[in-house]
Nanobody, 118 residues
Framework: QVQLVESGGGLVQAGGSLRLSCTAS????????VGWYRQAPGDQRELVAA???????NYADSVKGRFTISRDNAKNTVYLQMNSLKSEDTAVYYC????????????WGQGTQVTVSS
């Protein structure tokens, strides 16, 4: 069984920064693409940023220039550095990963709350 555990969420003032971490544990061969998603109350879950195993990245237009996704393959960890936070960034942030162990399986973390006060 594979688990994705997010951490680093919390309450921050507008203009502040947070760094989220997503660490995979369990028995698997490797993580392929990993994405950070977020969901605010009443909204659909949306992709914030994603990174391939090789380090190629893509971002939602709303976070370009403010958020940076990165990964440490040796630690099976993906990070989301969030700067210049705005109240509209308030949401539960989820990690999603393609995990390879024979077949490739999609896993979700439990989510971490990010609240930006204005």
């Amino acid at each position: 069984q594979v688990q994705l555990v997010e951490s680093g969420g919390g309450l921050v003032q507008a203009g502040g920064s947070l760094r989220l971490s997503c660490t995979a544990s369990g028995i698997f061969f490797r993580l392929n693409s990993v994405g950070w998603y977020r969901q605010a109350p009443g909204d659909q879950r949306e992709l914030v940023a994603a990174i391939t195993r090789g380090g190629n990245t893509n971002y939602a237009d709303s976070v370009k220039g403010r958020f940076t996704i990165s990964r440490d393959n040796a630690k099976n960890t993906v990070y989301l550095q969030m700067n210049s936070l705005k109240s509209e960034d308030t949401a539960v942030y989820y990690c999603n990963a393609d995990v390879v162990w024979g077949a490739t399986t999609d896993y979700w973390g439990q989510g971490t709350q990010v609240t930006v006060s204005s």
